[in-house]
């Protein structure tokens, strides 16, 4: 994740304390990956003995957060800084090769905390 960004994401289709005040529309980052020929081997042999294939765990984490920063740089892109209702995708191309695809629909919000008042029983 961009430290520096200032988009927030969420999978939800509002954010507590902010008012989307413009909707900009569906953006999406898209990543696509395969393993090395090596890689295919290793987790080859490691599937014979069933459980986790760690090889591909750490590729298809390293691609969702790509996707997830190509979404956020979209985002930026066109002026959005916040994506509501965020969502993952994938499929596999060739049997070889995996896209990751995030996506959600990017919005203006603003800061409504301020105007909160707060209720209270006396």
Known sequence: MDENSNV???????IPGKKIT??????WGITV???GLGGNIVAGLRSLAGGEIKEYSKMLSD?????????RDAAEQV??????EMRF???????????IVAYGTAV?????????????LS
Not at 63 to 71: D, E, H, K, V
């Open 79 to 84: 002026g959005a800084n916040a994506i509501i």
């Open 8 to 14: 927030v994401m969420v999978t939800t289709n509002y």
């Open 33 to 35: 990956r395969s393993r």
């Open 108 to 120: 203006v919000v603003a800061d409504v905390t301020a105007d909160v008042q707060r209720v209270g």
């Open 22 to 27: 413009k909707v900009i529309g569906t953006i």
């Open 63 to 71: 691609a969702r957060t790509t996707a997830m920063q190509r979404l």
């Open 89 to 99: 995708d994938s499929s596999d191309i060739g049997q070889v090769m995996t896209e």
